[in-house]
């Protein structure tokens, strides 16, 4: 599908009408929710998180002097605001998500929503998979255990046809999202609100953090091209290797999502998003040489996406009680899980020595979990 053809039109106009004048196009757009499948409301308090990161989050992509800003952290609440209301009795925001927070609001399930990848085309970008959102979307139990969690991609047509401009486009991809969402609720949420429901009746034991073997420090990048791991390290990153090995007879899941770098008494650096990781190495690489070296990332990135929305539905097999072939995710007896979680952490070095990293291991099954704490070692 060709989406270029808008897009150029979109920016012909803005220079047109700046003449030479650096001019910024501000991209405002609602997701067209006509078509989309009804909804029903479950009789349930939800609370919706958002971080501040996410609510803040603005994508800029320019053009010679001219530039498009897609505030893409306020038009997502927006579009996530009523969707939820669709789906739960009553909705509330959330500051944090804690045991705390929740029984103050007396909120049934908590459902947190982040941004795995973001991007827009403009001017002659060629076609691709990279110009698509994805979201993750994250439901934590009344005591603020993340009990299911899956991605969301949305990567459809544009709205109004191949000459609708940038927003077109845009507005195509958060409808995508939206209908993907509301289509696949009830499969991928029911589930675990069905074990939350049992829970509150009688609580089930959850994973024993003893049976769980966690080491986690700084990896070795030395594998990757030099310019890469020059670029990346200006970005102010923190590359972690995590391992999880269990004694449990039963698969545990094992989710990067989750994981927080602990800095100091007060502050948890969530992970970053690979989308926002390779933006920023673009953005800090000479001009030409990011499409270069960061080109086929970005490629193996959606691939990830996509292999991460087949893993929502093989969790789901978990919960139901039947066998599936896991990823790294999923942690079966005497068995290593290893792989690499990206922190934006650019606190002082005395900080980083004392950093610890807290993982959630979840039983799918009983939506129950263990909280473990470690510390990261070899980060400067």
Same mark, same amino acid.
């Given at each position: ?101 929740? &029984? ?105 953090? &003893? ?96 292999? &991460? ?72």
């Amino acid at each position: 599908m060709n989406r270029g053809i808008g897009a150029i039109v979109s920016l012909l106009a803005v220079v047109l009408l700046g003449g030479c004048i650096t001019t910024s196009q501000r991209l405002e757009v609602t997701p067209k929710l006509e078509a989309a499948p009804a909804a029903t409301k479950r009789p349930l308090h939800a609370g919706i998180y958002y971080s501040h990161d996410f609510l803040m989050q603005e994508h800029r992509r320019a053009l010679g002097s001219h530039s498009a800003i897609a505030p893409i952290g306020q038009m997502s609440a927006r579009m996530f605001d009523d969707l939820l209301s669709r789906l739960f009795r009553n909705t509330s925001r959330l500051s944090v998500v804690t045991e705390e927070e929740m &029984r103050l609001k007396d909120i049934d399930v908590a459902v947190a929503v982040s941004l795995e990848h973001f991007d827009f085309r403009i001017g002659m970008d060629s076609d691709s998979d990279r110009y698509s959102v994805a979201y993750r979307i994250t439901l934590y139990s009344p005591s603020g255990i993340p009990a299911a969690s899956w991605v969301v991609l949305g990567n459809g047509p544009p709205i109004g046809g191949m000459m609708s401009g940038i927003e077109g486009y845009l507005e195509g991809d958060l409808t995508d999202a939206a209908v993907k969402f509301l289509g696949s609720f009830d499969r991928l949420a029911d589930p675990a609100l069905a074990a939350l429901a049992r829970n509150r009746l009688q609580p089930a034991p959850g994973p024993e953090a &003893r049976q769980i073997t966690v080491s986690a420090k700084r990896s070795d990048l030395s594998k990757f091209k030099p310019e890469l791991v020059q670029l990346f390290n200006k970005t102010g990153m923190q590359a972690i290797e995590v391992t999880v090995r269990s004694d449990a007879p039963a698969p545990w899941v094992v989710r990067a999502s989750d994981m927080r770098l602990l800095l100091g008494s007060d502050y948890a650096a969530e992970p970053a998003a690979v989308s926002s990781v390779l933006t920023r190495m673009e953005s800090a690489a000479p001009p030409g040489a990011g499409t270069v070296l960061l080109g086929p990332l970005f490629g193996t990135m959606v691939e990830v996406l996509e292999a &991460r929305e087949r893993q929502s539905e093989q969790e789901l097999r978990l919960r139901e009680g039947g066998r599936a072939a896991f990823d790294d995710r999923v942690v079966a007896k005497d068995r290593d899980a290893t792989g690499l979680v990206l922190f934006r952490a650019s606190a002082s070095g005395e900080y980083l020595k004392t950093a610890r990293l807290a993982i959630w291991v979840v039983d799918p099954q009983s939506a129950t979990g263990t909280r473990v704490e470690i510390p990261v070692s070899g980060l400067q």
